[in-house]
Each structure stands twice: as C-alpha cells, then as structure tokens.
C-alpha cells in the first residue's frame, strides 16, 4: 500500500485547529457583545447586534456539522486502512478516499432501492443481451459489438457499485457473524442434555450434492424450530466400509457439534413445529407434511431486510452459509484440498466449467457439447479484456479453465481446439473416472466430488447445468466469499454464473414466484401480464423470455423477464429470535 501522510494523529490536530478556529469566530462575531458604550441600547446597535447573533449562530452550526464529518473521517479512515491491509489492489485505499471525498451520506450506504435499482440494472441489460442474440438474424460481428457493448456497460456499473464498498463490506460480515454466530449457538448449546434436538438421518438414496442439500434442509428446519440438530450417518452411502457412528462423515468433514450428540434413551416423536418431545425425527423434505412458509427459499424475516438489500439472490446467500458451516472440512481433508490447489497451480482469474454426463443425460438434463459451455467462458474472458483496457491494465490476461467432469473423453477429445488456442485448463481427469458409476461412493469420489466443489465455489465464474446438485453447491459456497481472485472484495457473487438448463433453485422447495411490474400483452406461446400479478416462474429460456403461470389467470407460457422481479419469501426462524 503506498504511503499516506494522514494518519490519526494528523487528524487530531486537524480536529484541534477547528476547534481554534471556532473559538476565534465566535469571539471576532461577538465582539459588539463585550463593548460598553452610551449608545448599546440604540435600536440600531440593537439590530446590528442581533444580526450578528444571528450570523454567529449560523456560522457555528456550518462548523458544528462540519466537524461530525470530521469525525467521520477519522472513523471511517481506520476502516480504509484495514481494508487496503486485506487486499493485494492498492486500488482499494483510494476508493475509501474518494467515498470520504464524497459526503458524509455515503458513510450510512445508499438506500435499498438504489440497490434494488442498481442490481436490476445488470439483469435487463443480460436480458436484453439474450433477446438480441437469439431472436435476431445476427452474424458474428453484431453479435460481437453486442457483447462488447454489454462488457463496457458491466463496467461503468461495477465502478458506481465501488462507490460504497466499505459500507458494503461492513453490512455483509455483520450479516455473516449473526448467522455463524446463530448456528454455532444452536450446535454448542451449554446443557445438551436438556436441548431440543432434531435428529437427521443421512440416508436419502441420492448422490453427493443432493445429500449435502439433504443436511442443510435439516439445519434450516433445526434453525426455525431453535433445536440442535444431530446427525446419524451411520449409514452413509459414501464409504459404507466405516460403520462406527458418523466416522465417514467425520473423514472428510468437522462434526457439526462440538460436544452435543444424541446421547440417553430419548425415542424420536414424529417432528413438528410446536412439538414438545426432546428429540424429533425430520423426514426428507419431499415427504414433508404440512408444509411449513420457512422451507427453501425463504430467508428468515429478521434478517431479510438487509440481505434483499445487499444480495441479489438471497435465498443463495442463505443456504451457501449452512452450506460451508456443513462442509467445514476435517483436518485430513483441508490437507488434501491444500495439496491439490498447490498441484493443480490453481490460480486466477479462472472460470469454472462442471460438465455433468453420465447417469443425467437423458432423464434429468440434456446433453451440451463443450462447446456450449466454452461459448460462455469466451464472452467472459473477452469482457475482462475491456474491463481491463478501462482500467488501463497492460499485463497478459491467462485464460484458465477449472474443469469438473464425469465424463473423461472431454479431457481427451473435446478440450484440444480450445488448448490450440491458448486456454489452460487445469484439473484431473482421474476425477472423472471415479465420478463413474462404478466407483461413485468410495472414498476417492467422496473426497474428489468435494476438490471439485470447492475449487469450482473458488472461481470467479461458474458456467455449468443447475440442473446439477454439485454446481448448485459450488454456486451456493461462492455466496459466502468477501474477495475475488485478486483480493478485491466482493461479497455479491449472485450474477457469476450462466447456466446451461435450469435457474437456481433447491430440490423440494416451496414455490418460486415473481411480481409483475408491467404489463404484457401476450401472443400465442405467451401470457398476459398486469402489474401486480404473481407469477409462479418455471424457468428462463435464456433468450429474454422466462416461462410461468399467472397466477391471477392459471394460463402458463412465456413472458418477458424483465417485466418481473423476484419475490423473496420471508419467514420467523425461531433460532433468529432476539436479532437486532
């Protein structure tokens, strides 16, 4: 960080000479005050005297909130600093100098519709990108100008985003503390005999990402319901040859309480919200009857004001930090994934691809060539570029590809045209082979298909199927990072992504709904829409155009995304009870 002649101590004096200052003024206005003469109660002394005070008065109230600012200054000066420490971007102390420079309102961050408004901004002009792209004849220089005209755009937005980074920073590891600090709790509490626990059985017949959304639908339940919840993966499909308690879990992963386990003869009751048993056993969440408002994606209402603010998917944001509280990894692990990166010379910028093949081609996704997915890894690469000439930087940019796959012959037809023209991919294509049927539940896939989430959750990009449960981990871990590659901080990662199928959602959730803000006049494949109207969205064509039902009509078809935003579901985590 270059040197700064400011410092604290300047500052004092600073504050020091202000003050001397003040005094002064108020002494030179009020000088008519100390003056005896004949003539002190002539009216026109009298006015000219009350002038003065009237002057002096105004003047000291200039200086008193000129002095706050000061303040503030000073306050928010400390922060810089410790910002610019955590970052390798001597860039970052000058943009807590300019947010000084610019007024003491900026100290409080802007409102929540100035956020809204700035993130909504980014969504219609990536809306208004797939329209062009996809419903006009274009050839490749339009399309081209198109996507160049879009990377200039995300620029000068990501630059007025800039504007409040500190204030950001400080609201999202506030929001960040109280929900480690809220699980923590729950997990540790002090009288764990006497706690109401909520027993999770790890058994769902499913792969590794459905299982890890398995436990966090239990810990979001054990947080509405203020229970601690207990793990049994006795019977853990993964390394089924550990049969001693949670061992295989504990291989790969920290428990999830430090000292509380479901000791004693409690017999789990049949859970339910209000129920008074010591011990309830949650079912998985399809069979999950009645439904309750808090299961996926609702956040909890005590938070949800300050996190719609700041994050443009919330429910994301919520879920990813469940997430990384569950897949803490165990000393052994961290050691691995140590290892691998130091291997791997994991490095960024890097955009991570997940190619998902296998037993899902042909009953839950379609199958996409490389090529679909590369598509996307130029158009990003090429928007850093610009982004890169704005801000005049003149290194080479490397173009580094994290590649996930359960299909080995990609890495051995499908990445060569790609390597012949300078991409670097960097992975293993042994994972691939263990991500085979065959060999999916021994503890080489275990700990591989946890690298691959954790290294793709690490990128600065994911292009991938949300169809898939492994990207929508990685994608949901991403949530929880506070920097980017090269230790910028960045702390909403909810647009770094593009998605082959799917928009993000979370298997057994409740319904996702929009709200129309326009109308629509709809055609044959499409529906009408008046502002107001709830719209149960079923996904994004990726073309301008999402498919739902209105539900005020019942009709179902296509309308145009931007016409819409996000209904966020909020409900009362009993866990959260308290929270100011």
């Keep these: 960080m270059r040197n700064c002649s400011f410092s604290l101590r300047s500052a004092g004096k600073l504050l020091a000479l202000v003050v001397v200052v003040w005094i002064i003024l108020i002494l030179y206005i009020s000088q008519p005050l100390l003056r005896h003469s004949d003539h ?10 009350l002038a003065r005070l009237s002057r002096a008065t105004s003047e000291l109230e200039i200086l008193r909130t000129q002095n706050q600012e000061l303040k503030s200054i000073v306050q928010n000066y400390v922060s810089s600093s410790t910002l610019s420490k955590n970052s390798d971007n001597n860039d970052n102390f000058h943009h807590a100098s300019s947010i000084i420079g610019g007024g003491l309102h900026r100290f409080n961050g802007p409102d929540k519709q100035y956020e809204l408004t700035r993130r909504r901004l980014g969504f219609n002009l990536n809306e208004l990108r797939f329209f062009l792209r996809n419903s006009l004849s274009l050839n490749s220089t339009v399309v081209n100008f198109i996507n160049q005209h879009y990377a200039n755009y995300l620029y000068d937005l990501d630059k007025i985003a800039e504007r409040d980074l500190l204030w950001r920073k400080n609201e999202f590891q506030a929001l960040s503390n109280t929900v480690i600090h809220v699980m923590e709790r729950l997990q540790n509490p002090v009288d764990c005999e006497n706690a109401n626990k909520l027993l999770c059985k790890l058994n769902k017949g499913c792969g590794f990402g459905c299982q890890i959304h398995h ?12 229970r601690t919840l207990i793990l049994d993966a006795q019977n853990w499909r993964y390394v089924p040859s550990v049969k001693s308690a949670n061992a295989g879990w504990n291989l790969v992963f920290k428990p999830l309480s430090n000292s509380c386990t ?34 996926p994606l609702a956040i909890p209402e005590e938070i949800s004001q300050k996190l719609i603010t700041l994050h443009g998917t919330p429910s994301a ?33 890097i955009v991570g691809v997940h190619v998902r093949r296998t037993d899902k081609v042909g009953t839950e996704a379609a199958f996409h060539p490389l090529s679909e997915y590369m598509k996307y890894v130029e158009e990003y690469f090429d928007s850093m570029e610009i982004a890169r000439k704005r801000a005049e930087k003149t290194d080479p940019l490397e173009r580094i590809v994290y590649l996930a796959t359960d299909e080995t012959s990609i890495w051995r037809d499908e990445i060569k045209p ?13 994972i691939a082979q263990t991500a085979g049927l065959g060999q999916r539940y021994s503890i080489d896939s275990l700990k591989n298909v946890i690298l691959d989430i954790k290294l793709l959750s690490e990128c600065d990009f994911l292009v991938c199927t949300f169809s898939s449960q492994v990207c929508r981990v990685a994608y949901e871990l991403m949530q929880t990072r506070e920097f980017d590659g090269q230790g910028k901080p960045r702390f909403d990662w909810s647009d770094s992504f593009v998605s082959l199928d799917d928009i993000y959602y979370f298997g057994g959730q409740n319904a996702h709904n929009q709200i129309a803000i326009l109308d ?22 990726w073309n301008g155009y999402s498919k739902g039902t209105n539900k005020r009509n019942k009709k179902t078809g296509l309308y145009p995304g931007f016409k819409t935003v996000e209904k966020v579901d909020v409900a009362k985590f009993d866990a959260f009870e308290g929270f100011q």
């Excluded at 002190?40 to 005297?49: G, M, N, V």
């Excluded at 790609?418 to 042994?430: A, H, L, N």
């Excluded at 629509?520 to 149960?536: R, S």
């Design 317 to 349: 944001w919520f879920i990813g930090h469940i997430v990384h509280y569950i897949m803490r990894p165990s000393a052994e692990m961290e050691s691995f994934l140590a290892k691998a990166r130091e291997n791997f010379r994991f490095r960024t910028p």
């Design 262 to 295: 479901l000791n004693g003869s409690y017999i789990p009751k049949h859970w339910s919200h209000n129920s008074k048993a010591k011990v309830v056993n949650l079912p998985i969440i399809d069979a999950l009857r009645p439904r309750p408002d808090y299961l």
């Design 40 to 49: 002190d109660y002539e009216q026109d002394k009298t006015e000219l005297i």
């Design 215 to 226: 436990v966090a639908y239990c810990f979001m339940m054990a947080m509405a319901s203020n």
């Design 418 to 430: 790609y390597e012949q023209k300078g991409y670097i991919f960097i992975g293993d294509s042994q």
């Design 520 to 541: 629509h006049a709809g055609t044959a494949e499409e529906i009408d829409l008046k502002a107001g109207d709830l719209v149960g969205i079923a996904g994004n064509h």
